[in-house]
């Protein structure tokens, strides 16, 4: 698993954990869940614009339970006792609300952030598409210098970041083919 992770630094002690989860993950299965809480579920009123629900999918559904489970190890392992050693010891990593997203081709997320959860977590159970439809980080800082950071996320890939960075995501806008499902969560310190 570890030689699967990296993180991408940045000034002031700030990261981005990237992973892919894809050979650990029966990503067709969350995929039809999703489909299926679709079908119930309303979706919700958020910064989030396209059909979402949430915030306690990880409580509600086994095999959400099972996948913040395990981002909650990585965030311990990787993030805890790597980055924040300090703390390794006195404090606990937790997951603590969760949401689902199916974005539509016009669906986007206005930029915010998930201070003062320590670690927010976007995993990706599919992605197809022609059109990048990145994760625009707004607010980090590299060479004492304010950047805009994108990553493109495929299939499995799972970004683990401190929740007071800011970040969005633009609609694709018409394209033939667009599937972005997305597990998301907030880790607080206990
Ligand atoms: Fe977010």
Known sequence: MESDILLHRFDYGDFILQANLQSIIDNPSLSNLLDNIKKEKKSIDSNVKSWHYGWHVHKEYEQFKHLSEIIEKISIEEILKKEWSTYKDTVKLQFYESWVIDYTMLGFTQEHRHYPNVLASS???EVVGEVPCPLIFTNLIKERKNIEFELQPKTGDLFIFPGHL?????????SKKLVRKVFAGNLIMV
């Open 166 to 174: 800011n970040h969005k995501v633009k609609a694709v806008g018409y």
């Open 123 to 125: 995993y990706y159970i």
